[in-house]
């Protein structure tokens, strides 16, 4: 009922920088939450940023500084816009939408299906 499409993952050197999106469609009345989670190899799933529908964002430590996040709310879009880039980060990136569908009073949460990003000389 919700489509969630992540894009803009791919290989980047150290020290550089990659640009993702998240685009949320269907049957949505209002989105709330939106946020970016990475899972590398062998680890759990781990939330990098998230930002509520008023604005306010949320850091992993790991990442402060070097990466923001934010959104469009006329387009159901996140952004995570990440700089000085290093190999620790490479890991598949997951977008995941909350908020409620049209039409009802049912919440609804919803995973992309992740965009790798690779950190490597």
């Known amino acids: 009922q919700v489509q969630v499409v992540e894009s803009g993952g791919g290989l980047v050197q150290p020290g550089g920088s990659l640009r993702l999106s998240c685009t949320a469609s269907g049957r949505i009345f209002r989105v709330d939450a939106m946020g970016w989670y990475c899972q590398a190899p062998g680890k759990q799933r781990e939330l990098v940023a998230d930002?509520?529908?008023?604005?306010?964002?949320n850091y992993a430590d790991s990442v402060k500084g070097r990466f923001t996040i934010s959104r469009d709310n006329a387009k159901n879009t996140v952004y995570l816009q990440m700089n000085t880039l290093k190999p620790d980060d490479t890991a598949v990136y997951y977008c995941n939408v909350r908020g409620m569908l049209s039409g009802s009073p049912i919440k609804f949460a919803s995973w992309g299906q992740g965009t790798q990003v690779t950190v490597s000389s």
């Open positions: 930002i509520t529908d008023g604005g306010d964002t």
